[in-house]
């Protein structure tokens, strides 16, 4: 099983749509957890990090549920700008590694 | 957030040359780096951690002759892909991470390599 593991779509909505994406963990070890957000052919960037009691930051939510190791993300309002593969990350505590998932993509459609 | 930059952004080579890939974090110490490597369409995937003045530690499957790291400064890391063959053809990216006082471990992307090996 993979350790962090992701829909992975693609995801085709309409401008002003919500969309949630969704992820799993295997490692308890992990510590924190993060959504980045990744364009074609350039670096991940950072887009938020993820806690228990959740996090929102303008039109995204993101939600951490330890007991079923599970992460979400939620994006209102979609904007054609938010097109992107989001990407689900797992910090270990231990030595700092971050795994990622494979990543969902969206695409928002005008 | 802190800026790390890559060199070169990109780099095509005839099998069989050496490629280096420089990572430098412009305006942090970074204690720690890490090199991933991305195929289409798949995630990164972490090939080894470097830390200042000591070996880098490399992950499972990853040949550590081939791919040689070096981080001879808190600003500099390296990454030489040796006897680069076709299917080394990937995305490299580097990450660094500062020292506690640089937050909770967040790590600073690069903006990344291509490298097409011919």
């Known amino acids: 099983r993979k350790e962090v593991e992701q829909d992975p779509g693609p995801f085709n909505v309409p401008e002003g749509a919500t969309v949630a994406f969704n992820c799993t963990y295997s490692?308890?070890?992990?510590?924190?957890f993060f959504w980045y957000r990744q364009d074609c052919r350039k670096e991940p960037k950072l887009l938020m990090s993820?806690?228990?009691s959740g996090n929102e930051d303008g039109r995204f939510t993101a939600q951490l549920n330890r007991a079923s190791q599970y992460i979400s993300l939620l994006i209102r309002d979609s904007k054609l700008s938010d097109s992107a593969t989001y990407l689900c990350?797992?910090?270990?505590?231990?030595?700092?590694?971050?795994?990622f998932g494979k990543g969902t993509l969206l695409t928002v459609n005008p | 957030g802190a800026v790390v930059s890559q060199h070169p952004s990109w780099v095509i080579c005839k099998s069989g040359t050496s490629v280096k890939i420089e990572c430098r974090s412009l305006?942090?110490?970074?204690?720690?780096m890490f090199w991933y490597r991305q195929f289409p369409k798949q995630s990164l995937m972490l090939m080894a951690t470097?830390?200042?003045?000591?070996?880098?530690?490399?992950e499972q499957g990853v040949e550590k002759d081939k791919f040689l790291i070096n981080h001879a400064s808190l600003t500099l890391s390296t990454l030489t892909v040796t006897s680069a063959h076709p299917e080394d053809s990937s995305f490299y990216i580097c990450?660094?991470?500062?020292?506690?006082?640089?937050?909770?471990?967040?790590?600073?992307f690069g903006p990344g390599t291509r490298l097409t090996v011919l």
């Open positions: 993820v806690y228990s």
């Open positions: 490692n308890s070890a992990s510590q924190s």
């Open positions: 990350v797992a910090l270990s505590s231990s030595n700092y590694k971050l795994t």
């Open positions: 305006d942090f110490q970074a204690t720690t």
């Open positions: 470097s830390n200042e003045g000591s070996k880098a530690t490399y």
């Open positions: 990450s660094a991470r500062g020292g506690v006082t640089s937050g909770s471990g967040e790590q600073f």
